[in-house]
């Protein structure tokens, strides 16, 4: 029996690969997309590469792709997933269902790994300021409902990377739109200095 390691308080895990991943479809707050073979098995992999972390609760985005695979690496750790609307990932309005390469880097706010327009909006969508809001204000209240807890959390790619900015006090407009692969984990610790 591999011995346990006491994790960084937070580790944060990108949803496995979707139906939506694979055919390039903006999937933002639609639930439609399951996870694939694929995604089934990075989650599985995911959670092997954990098996060693001690933690204490689970919390998840509340769409399908998160919550299947924050219940895999659940499986047989005796934790309950706790799901959340406020780790959903970025709401891509009228963009979603339709192709990514039909997003217009004008709306997108993103051109690659660059980061060129925090304030653009898709229509009845979210900027990318608003998902740093988002996220900076669940940082604080993860501070409290949490404190002291190790957390997983299993959510999307751009919530993610907001939340890693957001814990850094880095605006959303100077950070790198960094490639976040499906299943991958990431970690830091959020109980120390509060956000500035």
């Given amino acids: 029996m591999p011995s346990t390691m006491t994790p960084p308080s937070l580790v944060l895990v990108r949803h496995g690969e979707t139906t939506w991943n694979h ?4 999937q933002g707050h639609r ?3 399951q996870l694939t073979e694929r995604g089934v098995a990075q989650a599985h992999e995911a959670a092997s590469s954990l098996r060693t972390y001690d933690l204490d609760v ?22 309950e997933v706790v799901t959340t609307p406020t780790l959903r990932e970025r709401a891509y309005g009228a963009y979603e269902g339709g192709l990514f390469a039909d997003l217009p880097v004008s ?11 925090a304030d653009a ?3 009845g969508g979210e900027s990318l300021d608003d998902l740093y809001q988002r996220a900076s204000s669940w940082l604080v209240q993860l501070r409290l409902d949490f404190a002291g807890a190790r957390v997983l959390v299993v959510t ?7 939340i890693r900015a957001a814990h850094a006090a880095t605006p ?22 509060p956000l500035r």
């Fill in 23 to 26: 055919d390039h479809l903006v």
């Fill in 31 to 33: 639930d439609d997309a």
């Fill in 58 to 79: 689970i919390v998840s985005s509340d769409l399908r792709r998160a919550k299947h695979t924050a219940n895999i690496i659940a499986s047989g750790r005796g934790l």
């Fill in 107 to 117: 709306v997108a706010g993103f051109d690659g790994e660059v980061v060129i327009d």
């Fill in 121 to 123: 909006r898709p229509p």
């Fill in 156 to 162: 999307h790619g751009g919530t993610l990377r907001a």
């Fill in 172 to 193: 959303i407009a100077t950070t790198s739109w960094y490639p976040v692969d499906n299943a991958s984990v990431w970690t830091t610790d959020v109980h120390g200095d």
